[in-house]
């Protein structure tokens, strides 16, 4: 399922790498080529039609990313974590304990 979401994601990031390459800030890009007026979609309608689309993938983007977040295999993970903690903690406390070492004594001190 996590996989099939980020490919989900990946295809949206993509087409909205795209629609925002073919919009122009000035009213240009991929608008400016349907000036003539016999066009079924006019300037104005392509350029709707361009930010329409970039805000929906927009919004599709952030439901995918927080679907993904919360559809993230933790399990895996989890089991790896405890079976380290286990595996390593299997000295007793007592036996893991270093002595306290007793001071050397100095040239002065002797």
């Excluded at 993230?72 to 989890?78: E, F, L, Y």
């Excluded at 790896?80 to 903690?89: D, F, L, P």
């Amino acid at each position: 399922m996590y996989t099939f979401i980020v490919i989900l994601i990946l295809i949206v990031c993509v087409l909205l790498a795209l629609v925002v390459l073919v919009q122009n800030s000035k009213g240009g890009g991929l608008a400016a080529n349907f000036a003539a007026p016999t066009q079924v979609m006019g300037v104005r309608q392509t350029a709707d039609f361009l930010e329409k689309a970039t805000w929906w993938l927009a919004v599709i983007l952030v439901v995918l990313c927080l679907v993904a977040t919360i559809s993230i295999p933790r399990h895996s993970a989890d089991n790896a974590i405890n079976t380290e903690v286990t595996t390593t903690n299997t000295a007793s406390p007592v036996e893991a304990a270093s002595p306290i070492a007793a001071p050397v004594p100095t040239a002065d001190q002797q």
